[in-house]
């Protein structure tokens, strides 16, 4: 009884950060264990005016930006290059790029990149090919939809209260932070980004992307104050992601983690960073 409370009680707590109850399936067959987010921690690794998404090939030409994760990132970077390169994240199955735009006063901490199960049925969550590149925000967010991008002062990144405009200062202790959330729903063709992606609709993805992806999640404190981003004012906020990750590594958080494909329930435990459960913040 002891056991079906707490899984119970987990799985509560699960929906709240985009996870998923146990579907309900026929007497005598194995039931999914909730689907959970795996998180990683990654650190700063570099800053420059490169942006290997908007303008590859063209060194220098964007504005300021952010790098963490994957080391070797720059406006010439190719997948193949970038896949033997060193990362800051705390999975070094992790090579993936993560990149922001810099900071007018301040500097970006803490970054954290979660992946869930988003809108769509954990069992139809497939990993995401390697070399897929996805942006989110500002003007790469269709017109009509809810903003990806969110602010708050010191909350948890599942918490209810976060706000589309950043608050104008903070209470003592606690830190600016923004949350991301990129589209999920893959065209299956295209790795290239703007265009290859969209956001679920309800339970599924449209007809033109059919394919479900985990959907990632970015949250990052300010350390300092800022005026405003290097692309402009705070409603220019975006960010890129470079998908460099192991391939094994990935299909195996997507199946144990978001899926749910446990043999027992305490691999949920290793849905986190290596040797550690998964964490909010």
Request: charged share 20%.
């Amino acid at each position: 009884m002891r056991g079906t409370r707490c899984t119970a009680v987990m799985a509560a707590a699960l929906l709240a950060i985009g996870g998923s109850a146990p579907v309900a399936e026929a007497s005598g067959t194995a039931k999914p264990f909730p689907s959970v987010p795996f998180v990683v921690g990654c650190g700063l690794s570099h800053e420059s005016n490169d942006d290997p998404i908007v303008h590859s090939g063209r060194a220098g030409m964007s504005h300021h930006h952010v790098f963490f994760g994957n080391r070797a990132t720059n406006a010439a970077s190719t997948a193949e290059i970038l896949k033997r390169a060193a990362t800051t994240c705390e999975d070094p199955a992790d090579r993936a790029s993560y990149w922001l735009p810099g900071l007018d006063g301040g500097i970006w901490t803490n970054m954290r990149a979660y992946y869930i199960a988003g809108g769509l049925p954990p069992s139809s969550v497939r990993p995401m090919p390697f070399g897929l590149q996805i942006v989110a925000g500002w003007k790469f967010d269709p017109p009509g939809r809810q903003p990806s991008v969110a602010w708050s002062c010191g909350l948890l990144v599942d918490q209810a209260g976060w706000l589309t405009v950043p608050p104008v200062t903070c209470r003592p202790g606690t830190k600016l932070s923004v949350r991301i959330d990129f589209p999920q729903c893959w065209d299956g063709r295209s790795l290239l980004a703007p265009g290859n992606v969209a956001r679920a609709q309800g339970r599924s993805c449209p007809d033109a992307f059919p394919i479900g992806l985990p959907q990632l999640r970015i949250k990052a404190d300010v350390s300092g104050r800022s005026s405003g981003l290097a692309s402009g004012a705070f409603d220019t906020m975006h960010a890129d992601f470079w998908n460099l990750w192991d391939p094994k590594r990935l299909e195996q958080l997507v199946a144990t983690c978001i899926r749910g494909e446990r043999a027992v329930q305490r691999e949920i435990r290793r849905c986190g960073v290596p040797g550690g459960g998964p964490r909010k913040g």
